[in-house]
């Protein structure tokens, strides 16, 4: 329904166009993470990776925002990936 609605613009930078959002969400999956820069708020981004159950099901997720200008994204995915590892979740 998102791909044929579009998505209401919040910011300059919102990814409003199905096209991109297919895009986005592809690579995402392929990474294994997600980043968006001041898409829903300026002045801020955020890094998200799903959290897998032992069946590789996802069953939760992990984020975090910063202010863009000291967000240190490849930092934020090494943590995020280590609390999963600690907490005993698999990443597929």
């Known amino acids: 329904e998102v791909l044929r609605k579009g998505l209401p613009r ?3 930078s ?4 199905p096209r991109v959002l297919q895009e986005q ?8 993470f997600a980043v968006e ?3 829903t708020t300026a ?12 069946s ?5 997720a ?3 925002t910063a202010p863009s200008f000291r967000a240190d994204v490849p930092a ?11 907490a005993g979740f698999a990443a597929a």
């Not at 919102?14 to 166009?17: F, G, H, K, S």
């Not at 590789?56 to 939760?60: N, S």
């Not at 934020?76 to 600690?86: E, F, G, P």
């Open 76 to 86: 934020y995915v090494r943590a995020m990936a280590d609390i999963r590892r600690r």
């Open 62 to 64: 992990l984020s975090v």
């Open 37 to 39: 820069t001041e898409e």
């Open 14 to 17: 919102t990814v409003v166009l």
């Open 25 to 32: 969400v592809a690579r995402a999956r392929e990474a294994g």
């Open 43 to 54: 002045g801020f981004a955020s890094v998200a990776v799903p959290v897998y159950s032992e």
């Open 56 to 60: 590789g099901r996802v069953v939760a």
């Open 10 to 12: 919040l910011t300059r």
